[in-house]
């Protein structure tokens, strides 16, 4: 059964700061990975789309990685934004259409 | 992608009632998924739902507890039935991809019972 892990679960740092949000699975027969965002009490916004092909993908200040063989992605967020802060998830599609979620991080920029 | 719109968007209901939410989307899919989402938990996969047959649940939910209706392609609706507080969470809906293994997700319905 593939677990899905993220680290830290709760971050807060300075406005400017580079940051790196990390992501773990223990099944690396993976076709996809998607990093989401969400903000309190709302729905997921798709941030970056990995497919297993592939090694990162971008978008403005954001690049996500992924290494299949050891199991990781990162999430990098350069020179935060207080409009940054939301929780982070991280969910991986192994062979089915349901895919499994970590339980995010929850990130603070402070001005 | 898909556009997806959630009624209600937040909610506060007494326990023992029911509360009925409802998933549109502007596009024809033929899979649609309902999650629940408690408090500082991730999202756990209630049930998915094909258009024209019954909706498959996952373990630990039920068919009496989690009533779901899907009449066409591009909606459904879920209900909480026989609510308690235990209920409170952040139900979302999705939508399958298309071309690629992903899913577009609803605005989520906030649900506090009281």
């Known amino acids: 059964k593939q677990e899905v892990t993220q680290i830290p679960a709760a971050l807060s740092v300075p406005e400017g700061e580079n940051l790196v949000l990390n992501c773990s699975f223990t099944?690396?027969?993976?076709?996809?990975l998607q990093w989401f965002r969400q903000d309190p009490g709302k729905g997921l916004t798709s941030l970056l789309l990995?497919?297993?092909?592939?090694r990162e993908q971008t978008s403005g200040r954001l690049n996500a990685s992924l290494d299949k063989s050891s199991g990781r992605s990162t999430l990098y967020i350069a020179a935060s934004q207080p409009g940054d802060s939301a929780t982070y998830l991280c969910?991986?599609?192994?062979?089915?259409?349901?895919?499994?979620f970590g339980r995010g991080t929850s990130l603070i920029v402070h001005p | 992608s898909a556009v997806i719109s959630q009624k209600p968007s937040r909610d506060i209901c007494q326990r023992g009632t029911s509360l009925t939410i409802q998933c549109q989307v502007d596009?024809?899919?033929?899979?649609m998924f309902w999650y629940r989402q408690q408090p500082g938990q991730s999202l756990t996969l209630i049930a998915t739902?094909?258009?024209?047959?019954?909706?498959?649940?996952e373990s630990g939910f039920v068919i009496d507890k989690f009533p779901i209706s899907r009449p066409n392609l591009t909606f459904s609706t879920l209900t909480v039935s026989n609510m308690s507080p235990e209920d409170s969470s952040i139900y979302l809906c999705?939508?399958?991809?298309?071309?690629?293994?992903?899913?577009?997700f609803g605005p989520g319905t906030r649900l506090l019972v009281l």
């Open positions: 999705s939508v399958e991809g298309t071309g690629v293994e992903t899913q577009y």
């Open positions: 099944d690396s027969a993976i076709y996809n």
């Open positions: 990995i497919q297993s092909s592939q």
């Open positions: 969910a991986v599609w192994g062979g089915s259409y349901i895919p499994t």
């Open positions: 596009s024809q899919v033929t899979m």
């Open positions: 739902a094909n258009q024209g047959s019954e909706a498959t649940y």
